[in-house]
């Protein structure tokens, strides 16, 4: 059984860096797209970033444009996310997925998240 394992997450000042990392435990027999969610304390999960397996095109939620980078590594079947610059508004549980297929709508594969806080 496959599982996501996210690490690397803690407590940062703001304008401070983070960098989240994803690393399956089994073999994903095909990855179609990778991304990061975030769910705030009392709000809905959000998709903070995407990135396709085959050509590593990148999509990225409005407020974090521009400090943070969503990245894959083929070889070690890990992505990551770089975050900088971060804001106490970045504060949340990040999970990073996994969709199999551009024919499903929703994410095969979701890690356990990984607290980021971020104080002033």
């Known amino acids: 059984q496959v599982q996501l394992v996210e690490s690397g997450g803690g407590l940062v000042q703001a304008g401070g860096s983070l960098r989240l990392s994803c690393a399956a435990s089994g073999r994903i027999l095909s990855t179609y797209m990778m991304g990061w969610f975030r769910q705030a304390p009392g709000k809905e999960r959000e998709l903070v970033a995407r990135?396709?397996?085959?050509?590593?095109?990148?999509l990225y939620v409005d407020s974090v444009k521009g400090r943070f980078t969503i990245s894959r590594d083929n070889t070690k079947n890990t992505f990551a996310l770089q975050m900088n610059s971060l804001k106490p508004e970045d504060t949340a549980v990040y999970y990073c997925?996994?969709?199999?297929?551009?024919?499903?709508?929703?994410?095969?594969?979701w890690g356990q998240g990984t607290q980021v806080t971020v104080s002033l």
């Open positions: 997925a996994v969709k199999t297929s551009i024919w499903k709508p929703q994410y095969d594969y």
């Open positions: 990135i396709k397996w085959s050509d590593a095109s990148t």
